[in-house]
Each structure stands twice: as C-alpha cells, then as structure tokens.
C-alpha cells in the first residue's frame, strides 16, 4: 500500500506512523527531514518549499512502486510540505512497515535518496545576509 501527500501544513508524524502500522510488519522506519538552523556555516532564517505538485506527486508515487517491488514492504508513506517552514519544522516524512528491519531500512534510505534527486520539489534557503534557490537536496 502507498500514500503520497503534498501539503502546505504541517506535517503530522504520529499520523504518518500510526498509517504504516501493521500486524505483519515488525519493523517501522521513519525519516523525518527537519529544518535545521545552519547550512554551510550561514545561519538559515527560514526555508521556502515549492512544489509542480502534479509531476511531483508521479514521482513521489513511482519511489513508492519501486520500493514495494524491490524490498518486501508492506507499506510506504512519502510526505512532503511546501509553504514557508521555520527552524526545526518538518518537510518532509518517509515511513516503511515491513516484516523485518532490514527492508524497511533500506527501503527507506532509497526512498529519501531517490526523491532529493528526482522529484520536482524546490527550497529556497533564507539566510541573515541573503538567500538563495536550491534543489531539496545536500
């Protein structure tokens, strides 16, 4: 099963948890992307998160395809929020349910990876002295 959601509120982690919940699944992994108030030794203001939402949400579902036919997961959930954004608020929130830990970490890690290099989500980063666009990925 997959769930994919753009939004421009708050993300809810408990929520996102709580859907890949499964009797089947013993191991849950949760990345949860958060806003932290340094990059590059600047100190970051605020981030602004946008999205071509359509293409986005394909692409967002294509991850979650690909993980379910590569690992033995029961469930992914990819999560994304656009808008403004403040230290320590959430863009982003992946979770995986599978039988076991191994496949929900990698699966995981894949699924983050691959979304900061293909899905159509862009940041800018707002500093004291300045800002700039970027890609949502390191």
């Known amino acids: 099963m997959i769930e994919v959601k753009i939004s421009g509120t708050a993300l809810n982690i408990q929520s996102c948890i709580d859907w890949v919940m499964s009797p089947q699944c013993g191991g849950i992994d949760v990345f949860i992307g958060t806003v932290r108030n340094i990059t590059k030794g600047k100190t970051v203001v605020r981030l602004e ?51 076991h830990r191994g496949a929900a970490f990698e699966a995981c890690r894949y699924a983050i990876d691959t979304l900061k290099k293909s899905v159509p989500i862009w940041k800018k980063e707002v500093f004291e002295d300045g800002e700039i666009w970027v890609a949502a990925h390191p």
């Not at 690909?66 to 690992?71: P, Q, R």
């Not at 230290?87 to 929130?93: A, C, Y």
Request: hydrophobic share 55%; no cysteine; glycine share 4%.
């Open 49 to 99: 998160f946008e999205a071509y939402e359509a293409m986005a949400l394909n692409e967002m579902r294509k991850i979650a395809e690909e993980v379910l036919h590569k690992w033995p997961v029961q469930k992914i959930l990819i999560h994304h929020r656009t808008g403004v954004l403040q230290t320590g608020e959430v863009p982003v929130i992946i979770a995986v349910a599978a039988a």
